[in-house]
Every structure is written in C-alpha cells, then in structure tokens.
C-alpha cells in the first residue's frame, strides 16, 4: 500500500509545532503557523520571498480573509478574532472558553458557505473536555462535545459531508452536513489511522481525504468510502498537517514538528520541523474564503 511520491523540495524551518498550511488561489502564496512559537507565516510562491509574523497569541488555525491588507480571521489559543498581522490589531470574536484552564483551540477550518470553525483541545490536566465550535452571527456554538484533541476538519466537495477526527481516537469520523444551516447528523465511522494518529487533512478535486499521520511517519489517502488508497512515508515521525496547492494545484504541502522529539530523534530527522514539498498526480481544491456577513462583529 506504500506509494513514494517525488520531493519537490523542502522550505527548512525549525517549527515547533507547523500547523495550519493552505495554498492561497488569488495571491499564489503558502501560509502556515508554528502554533507553540506564535509565528504566522506567508510564502510568495513566484519569488520564494518569505514573510514572517508575531502573533500575540498562540494561532491554530485561520482562514484568508483579504491580502492587501493582510486579514485574517483565525482562533487564537483562548478564541476566535478578526486579526491584521501587519498592526497587530485583534478583533476578539468570541472566547468561549476562556474560563476554562487548560484547554486551548486547535484545528480549524472554513466550511464552503464561508462559516468559520475550530476545536478545542485539552492541553494539560486542569483541562476538560474539548468542544468543536462554529462561528456564526450568534457567536460561537458548540457543535461536538466530549473531544481530546479535533483535528482532520475538512468537507467533502460538495459541502455535504464533514470529516473530523478526535486524534487519541485514531478515527476519523464521517457526518451528514447542512450547508443551509450548518448542522451536523449521522456521525459514522470513516476511515482509521493505518499508522499514527491523524491529525490536519485536506480533500482533493476527487472527493479523496488527505491526512497527516502524527507520530506516523506518512500522509494517508482515503476514498470517498473510507478506503486506504494511498500511505505516502515522509521522512519526519511528526508530520502535522496537510494541503494541496501550487500554480497547477497538485504539490502536496506537509507541516511538520520537532516539539517532544529527543536530541536522538532530532538527529535522525534533520527535517523535522520543515515544510516539505511533494508533486502528486493529485488536484487540490481552494480553500473557502471567510463571510464576514456570518459574524457576530462587534
């Protein structure tokens, strides 16, 4: 079942945590965050000039609202906000959770009718339980309860479907989605962890997931029915999150991490922490552009 696909190249970063990647259509740019070190990053493709960000909180996930001027709206570790890296101005949107010690978002996503979502996580023993939420005109609601760490958000093409892994699971489960309403119905089992746990994914123009495979060492790819099409080995054991993208849409993006491993490890995966470019005969879909009709602005 294993399949090789041909290195690109990599962009050799020292991420602690590299999460969040997607290819931006419009600007032709790749951006990421290094959840633990608080840094947001934008690479233009055409000139491989990079741009990097303080963030003032640790970021977890974000969608692409506008370029010129950069604005994002993003879930910070303590909440969802409207945030302009270039002033570092935050708009806080909603902290559900900010009375709670010990959780902190994680995994997040736009859905295709431009609603914006994350997860909670339980980051330390204070923590409880963590929660999916969705952003809407009202303000953050919750959607799954009962979570350890979300993670593999992503919608089928045709927005109908929702995907969504609670990591120490190792399962990725399946839901019925209203793209009216944004409700979710008939969880079922998807797909397991063939090795690892699952943590970012991305669906392609063929309705197939693609998942990072935390402590893995591969990226998986599953059909629409939730069966292993493809386990890709990458060479670091923590690869995070995943993203189709490019001028032609088909290089595969895989965040990784170097957070836990042993100065051993680190030796032999000198790439941990690194973005790493792969070519696929794969074609990625654009990533959904936040509606900020959707949100309970101030």
């Not at 600007?27 to 963030?55: K, N, P």
């Amino acid at each position: 079942m294993k399949s090789t696909l041909k290195l690109h190249h990599t962009i050799e970063m020292n991420n602690r945590l590299g999460e969040g990647i997607q290819w931006h259509v419009d600007s032709g740019s790749l951006w990421w965050t290094d959840i633990l070190s608080c840094r947001l990053y934008r690479l233009d493709w055409a000139t491989q000039q990079q741009q990097v960000w303080s963030t003032p909180e640790r970021l977890t996930a974000f969608g692409i609202v506008s370029t010129d001027p950069v604005q994002l709206l993003v879930s910070f570790a303590s909440g969802f906000a409207l945030y302009r890296p270039d002033r570092q101005q935050v708009t806080w949107l909603a902290r559900p959770e900010a009375s709670i010690a010990g959780n902190r978002f994680n995994d997040g996503r736009v859905d295709r009718q431009g609603r914006f979502w994350s997860g909670t996580m339980v980051e330390d023993d204070q923590g409880q339980t963590g929660t999916l939420y969705r952003l809407d005109e009202s303000g953050a609601r919750p959607m799954l309860r009962d979570l350890s760490i979300p993670n593999a958000l992503c919608w089928s093409p045709d927005g109908r479907t929702l995907y969504h892994a609670d990591t120490p699971t190792r399962c990725i489960r399946r839901f019925d989605f209203d793209p009216q309403t944004g409700g979710l119905s008939a969880p079922t089992e998807f797909a397991a962890a063939p090795q690892g746990n699952p943590d970012g994914a991305c669906m392609d123009a063929e309705g197939h997931l693609l998942c990072a495979l935390w402590g893995g060492h591969g990226v998986a790819r599953f059909s629409p029915d939730g069966e292993l099409k493809a386990l890709h080995p990458v060479p670091v054991s923590q690869p995070t999150c995943v993203a189709l993208g490019g001028p032609g849409m088909n290089l595969l993006f895989v965040t990784s991490a170097r957070e836990g491993l042993s100065k051993e490890a680190l030796v032999r995966e000198p790439l941990a922490g690194s973005v790493l470019v792969y070519e696929t005969d794969y074609t990625g879909l654009p990533e959904s552009v936040p509606d900020l009709n959707r949100l309970p602005l101030p």
